[in-house]
């Protein structure tokens, strides 16, 4: 298969900030690559240089085996971009957006109007059609903003943050749109900071840090890299912690991870269900009663700690937690540094 | 299609796009009108008794000046909504399709251009009501707006590459707005320039507002005569320096823009 994107040593830097230290990337025709990082990883800047926005500073770009650097304008016919923040005109209606956005691909007068009523339809944007997207909800906007993204079924497709600040609900209809898309052909890069959008959506997944690859694999291969099995205990007194962590360290061997937000304490469990008993026990002796205790299989988010040192960011403003640390959810928050 | 046929198409569908929020937002357009409007009250009836000495009645003699001044100002909408189009996605947006680099800032230009369209007719209107009269025919009229639309386009594209420097709307709007003062204020937009020290007439009588509102009052025969028209070849060939003046505008900042526009991005 050949590589629908090609990124080979990109470098970008904001001043100081190295926003992409030598990223390499490689996308097969067909598939989707997760790109999984916390804010300010570098995953914006990637996108951005990819849909010919920004201009790196040293590295090579390719899009379906067109030269982003040199031939903008061609590889701008083949892709589709869907960002972060919906770019889709507030004052226009859905309906004035999409044809807008046709015509300014080159379609036609008459193939933009019905791409732009086909796409309506397929995102359960008709009834809105003819109102200003100002009075559009956000994930009515989001749809809206991939309806525009894919309004010349292009072959490759960029999503950024593509969920980011949705409501549960409008996430799962994102992800149906996203797979049927998958399921027509069209190679797509995904960036995401939920570990469960790449799971669900993509064929690879590349974990990024300070603009660096820290690793890549299919979602399992990720996860066996991590210690399989890990004991999780949570209590309902933050008072109570320190038993727990005294308990498990005592029983599993290796120092814990504490969340203290969550009260929640968790090790890796060598041995297995026994380390739950003797855990179990121990609480019960030291008067702690868990108000969770159990054994879980290792999620993107293990792998995410034990390669960056931090938990994935669930708000815009996580702050950067150095991994020493970790009981301490302060320190300087770090934004994407391209807007 | 050829790269001119391709700006021209993509910035046709630009410019409709915006003359869209002019009319779903009407507000920008309503203020705009009636700053002029206020001028002209303002200066033909407290002014206007104090000014003489330019041979012509005031009134006659400030309509083209305050025309002028209006389209110099009205340019400055061009740096608000482009630095406003930056503050949102849909810049990344047009950047990332294939159209053409200019399409973006003719439609901006295009559209700020019907929009002071509009506030000349309703100043003209306003104009004719206190006095104003073009003494001259049809063809010279419509000459002296022509010389202002040019010059108002001319002006956008100024202002252009203020909104894409500037770091947000509410700097795009002072620094599009503050120089303008100076620039219209030292002219013969208001007064003659031989009032003026000896060392400051010759800035104000090559200032290109002085040449557009000079030229402009030639072709509807609202010009002083002698020393109020101020001195030299700028006094002679008002016409042809007004016309020079947008030419090297715009020949100056056009490019300057587009190659701004490829390397903003969103803000």
Not at chain 1, 24 to 43: F, H
Not at chain 1, 230 to 235: A, G, S
């Amino acid at each position: 298969m050949a590589d629908a994107i090609l990124v080979q040593g990109l470098v970008k830097t904001y001043g100081s900030v190295r926003a992409l230290d030598h990223l390499d990337l490689k996308v097969p025709e067909g598939t989707v690559l997760g790109l999984l990082g916390p804010n300010g990883a570098g995953k914006t800047t990637c996108v951005r240089v990819l849909a010919t926005l920004l201009r790196p500073d040293a590295g090579r770009v390719s899009v379906a085996g067109i030269d982003v650097l040199t031939q903008p304008q061609r590889v701008r016919k083949i892709i589709g971009l869907c960002g972060q923040y919906a770019a889709v005109d507030d004052n226009l209606t859905g309906y004035e957006n999409l044809e807008m956005i046709g015509r300014l691909y080159q379609l036609g007068k008459a193939r933009a109007r019905q791409r732009a009523n086909d796409l309506l339809e397929r995102f359960e944007l008709a009834d809105a059609a003819k109102r200003t997207v100002k009075t559009y909800s956000g994930g009515m906007r989001r749809r809206l903003d991939l309806a525009a993204a894919l309004i010349t079924s292009p072959p490759i497709i960029f999503l950024d943050e593509p969920t980011t600040g949705l409501d549960p609900r409008s996430r799962l209809g994102m992800w149906d749109v996203i797979n049927e898309r998958v399921r027509s052909g069209s190679t797509l890069l995904l960036t995401t900071q939920y570990l469960e959008e790449a799971d669900q959506l993509a064929d690879e997944i590349v974990v990024i840090d300070h603009g660096r690859a820290i690793a890549r694999g299919t979602a399992t291969e990720l996860k066996r890299k991590v210690a399989g099995e890990r004991l999780e205990v949570t209590v309902a007194l933050a008072t109570e912690i320190e038993a727990v962590r005294m308990a498990m360290e005592k029983v599993c061997g290796d120092v814990p991870e504490i969340d203290l937000e969550a009260r929640r304490v968790s090790a890796p469990a060598g041995a297995g269900t026994r380390a739950l008993l003797d855990v179990a026990r121990l609480l019960d002796s030291a008067g702690v009663e868990p108000v969770d205790i159990g054994i879980r299989r290792a999620t993107l988010d293990d792998v995410f700690l034990r390669l960056t040192g931090q938990t994935t960011g669930e708000d815009d403003n996580e702050a950067e937690i150095p991994a020493a640390d970790r009981r301490r959810p302060a320190g300087p928050v770090k934004t994407e540094g391209v807007r | 299609m050829s790269a001119a046929a391709g700006a021209l198409h993509d910035g046709w569908i630009v410019t409709k796009r915006n003359l869209i929020k002019i009319k779903r937002v009407p507000d920008l357009l309503i203020f705009t009108t009636i700053q002029p409007i206020m001028f002209v009250l303002l200066f033909t009836y407290v002014f206007g008794g104090a000014i003489k000495g330019t041979g012509v009645a005031y009134k006659e003699y400030l309509m083209a000046g305050i025309f002028t001044q209006t389209v110099a100002f009205g340019s400055s909408l061009t740096a608000i909504g482009l630095a406003d189009d930056l503050t949102k996605g849909i810049v990344d947006r047009f950047r990332s399709l294939p159209m053409s680099r200019a399409a973006v800032l003719i439609g901006r230009t295009t559209s700020d251009l019907l929009n002071n369209l509009l506030v000349v007719v309703v100043m003209g209107l306003c104009g004719l009501l206190v006095g104003w009269r073009v003494h001259t025919g049809p063809l010279a009229a419509l000459g002296g707006f022509a010389l202002l639309f040019l010059f108002a386009y001319a002006m956008s594209w100024v202002s252009a590459v203020i909104g894409l420097a500037a770091r947000s709307v509410e700097v795009a709007q002072s620094a599009g707005f503050i120089w303008l003062f100076p620039m219209t204020f030292l002219s013969n937009a208001f007064v003659s320039t031989n009032t003026l020290p000896d060392w400051l007439r010759p800035v104000a009588d090559w200032n290109p507002i002085s040449s557009i509102a000079l030229g402009v009052r030639d072709l509807w025969g609202n010009a002083p005569a002698g020393l109020a028209r101020g001195s030299g070849f700028p006094a002679q060939h008002p016409v042809l320096l007004a016309l020079l003046w947008s030419a090297a505008i715009v020949a100056v900042f056009v490019p300057l823009a587009i190659a701004r526009y490829r390397r903003v991005s969103t803000r």
